[in-house]
């Protein structure tokens, strides 16, 4: 049956930012509850090699790291609650969760490390074929396509890890940019240049992806040139699309204040929202660093943040 369960705090999110919410939450004795959400362990579930993060001089796996943070949350008293909130209202006090399950969470101060997921190209054969042929995880699906040629479209760092991961697997890699320039870091272009396995495809925007769902998915993509017109039908049975994120708020309404693209707004050198003890850290907040290292940092801000906030208001309530 349904329940209602109240806590202090609650941190929604199991991504870097969280986690490290939740181990500073709890070592100040908070106990803080963390909702793990739709993907427990956020992006970095699906990514491979970590090799920036700092304390591993070997790099690390992304599902590892987040399992090590977890494990640290836990041992400071946090607790994991494997569930997804729906629907928030934060104009009660204590704040309202509803969870998928149909329990109801209430809380005194909140932790929103809600994430960001990938952004699609919004064509209609690109949603028909997702899972099909189509992907927005390289290290999740590129081991389907050994010995195949596939593309990879956008240009940015997300795009350019990507096309050289799956040279691991494909015999050769389209990498398809509406452009003619990565947005890529440079010692990324240069590894996309010196990797025989990929091909730029410049200056082009997807117009279809073409393939049918019971009948071997994809099978081809056709491009247009923006500069010339020209439209061509590139071979291949795989489309990754790897053209940034969308910040995951769609469960706060307009009950906070967020930029033009969607991003939480938080006052600066803060993660307070304009809600009194609701708190946002990580890439929920951050369109434009969008690390692990950073996600972490704010969620250590936010824990510090929400410690404040409840010692205030258990003050003022004695
Ligand atoms: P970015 O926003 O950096 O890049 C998105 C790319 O997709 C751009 O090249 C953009 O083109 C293109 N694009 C956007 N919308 C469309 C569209 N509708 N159609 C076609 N192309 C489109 O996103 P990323 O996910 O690559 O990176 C996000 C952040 O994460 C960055 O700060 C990046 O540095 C970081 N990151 C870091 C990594 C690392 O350090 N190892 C790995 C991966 C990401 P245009 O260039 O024309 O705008």
Known sequence: MAKEIHHRLIILGSGPAGY????????????????????????????????????????????????????????????MVYDTILETDLTTRPFRLTADSGDIYTCDALIICTGASARWLGLESEQKLKGFGVSACATCDGFFFRGQEIAVVGGGNSA???????????????????????????????????????????????????????????????????????????????????????????IFGDQLDKDETGYLITRPDSTATKIPGVFAAGDVQDSHYRQAVTAAGTGCMAALEAERYLTELEDHSH
């Open 160 to 250: 350019a890890e990507e096309a050289i991961f799956l040279t691991n697997f494909a015999t050769k890699v389209y990498l398809v940019h509406r452009r003619d320039r990565l947005r890529a870091e440079q010692v990324m272009q240069d590894r996309v240049r010196n990797n025989p396995k990929i091909e730029p495809v410049w200056d082009s925007v997807v117009e279809e992806i073409l393939g049918e769902v019971g009948n071997g998915g994809v099978r081809g993509m056709r491009v247009k040139n923006v500069k010339s017109g020209e439209v061509r039908e590139l071979a291949l049975t795989g489309v990754f699309v790897a053209i940034g994120h969308s910040p995951n708020t769609a």
């Open 20 to 79: 490290t919410a939740a181990i500073y939450a709890g070592r100040a004795n908070l106990k803080p509850v963390l909702i793990q959400g739709m993907q427990p362990g956020g992006q970095l579930s699906t990514t491979t090699e970590v090799d920036n993060f700092p304390g591993f001089e070997h790099g690390v796996q992304g599902p590892e790291l987040m399992e090590k943070m977890r494990a640290q949350a836990e041992r400071f008293d946090a607790t």
